[in-house]
C-alpha cells in the first residue's frame, strides 16, 4: 500500500477578456476498493460556485461557470489518497469496453500487426503479449501527436505520447476480443498527468500501462474512466469571445513521508 500525496495545478492565461466560460472538470479521484481519497480540496481562480455530479462511468464532474469578463481561469486540486491494488474487488464490466470506440478504431495495418502476434487463448496471457507489443512498436516521442489523434493515426506514425499508447493497446485488445477500458491519472514521480489501461480480467479491472511497458502498481492515482480519451478529458469548456491561451501545468505527485516519533 502507498500514502501519496498529490496536487494538480493548471492556469489558462488568455491575452484578451472571454465571459460565459463554461466548464467541465474532472480532476477529483474518487474512491473506490484499492484507492481511498483521504482528502481532496478543489480550488478555483477566479472563485465561482460549482456543482460535483457523477457520470454514467463513475467519474467525478465538476462544473461551473465565470460569467464576468476575465483573462485567466486557475483550479488546483490537492490532497492524500491510501492505494493498494491487492483491494480491489470483482465487478461487472459494462459492455462499452468490448467495442471499438472514436479514437480506437481497427486499421488495416493494425489488424494485420495484431495477426502476426499470434495471441494465446488465455486471456490474461494474451494481455501481457499485447502490452509488451505496444510497448516495443511506439517510439515515445512528445510533440508529434495532438489530443485529437487517433490509434490509427499514431500506429501509423509509429510514435506519440501516454495518451496514443493507451488507444492503440485499448484498439488491439478489444479487437482481440479482450475487454479494455481508458485511464487517466497521474502517479508518483510523474511529471505530468499519465494515461493508462484497464483490462478486465477474472472479473477484476487490472491496470496496464503501455507506455511503461508493465502493469500498474500502487503508485497510480486514478482519476477517470472510459471508451477512451473523449470520454473523461481532465478539462473541457466554451467561453464567448476571440482570444489566444496558454496554459501551465504543474503536478505533484509522491508517498508521503510520516514525521519520525521522539520517544525521548
Avoid at 122 to 129: F, T
Amino acid at each position: 500500500m502507498k500514502h501519496l500525496e498529490f496536487q494538480y495545478d493548471i492556469q489558462l492565461n488568455l491575452d484578451r477578456p472571454v465571459e460565459d466560460h463554461q466548464f467541465v472538470l474532472r480532476c477529483i479521484p474518487p474512491s473506490f476498493p484499492g484507492q481511498n481519497v483521504l482528502s481532496a480540496q478543489l480550488q478555483l481562480d477566479p472563485p465561482v460556485p460549482w456543482n460535483l455530479q457523477e457520470d454514467g462511468f463513475g467519474n467525478l464532474i465538476q462544473s461551473g461557470a465565470l460569467i464576468e469578463p476575465h483573462c485567466r481561469f486557475h483550479y488546483s486540486i490537492s490532497g492524500e489518497a491510501e492505494i493498494d491494488i491487492l483491494k480491489r474487488e470483482k465487478e461487472e464490466a459494462n459492455p462499452v469496453y468490448r467495442f471499438a470506440s472514436g479514437y480506437t478504431a481497427v486499421s488495416k495495418e493494425m489488424a494485420a500487426f495484431l495477426a502476426e502476434l499470434c495471441l494465446p487463448r488465455d486471456e490474461a496471457l494474451r494481455a501481457e503479449l499485447l502490452l509488451q507489443a505496444v510497448h516495443e512498436k511506439i517510439q515515445y516521442t512528445p510533440g508529434t501527436t495532438g489530443v485529437h489523434t487517433t490509434a490509427s493515426q499514431a500506429f501509423a506514425e509509429g510514435r506519440g505520447v501516454c495518451q496514443d499508447y493507451a488507444h492503440i493497446y485499448l484498439a488491439l485488445a478489444r479487437e482481440s476480443g479482450l475487454t479494455a477500458r481508458y485511464c487517466n491519472g497521474i502517479h508518483d514521480g510523474g511529471p505530468a498527468s499519465h494515461a493508462w489501461c484497464e483490462v478486465h480480467l477474472g472479473g477484476m479491472w487490472v491496470g496496464i500501462d503501455p507506455t511503461a511497458g508493465k502493469r500498474t502498481d500502487d503508485s497510480y492515482l486514478r482519476f477517470n474512466v472510459g471508451r477512451d480519451f473523449a470520454d473523461c478529458p481532465l478539462e473541457k469548456g466554451v467561453f464567448r469571445g476571440i482570444t489566444n491561451q496558454t496554459q501551465t501545468i504543474n503536478v505533484f505527485c509522491g508517498q508521503k513521508t510520516e514525521g519520525l516519533k521522539n520517544d525521548q
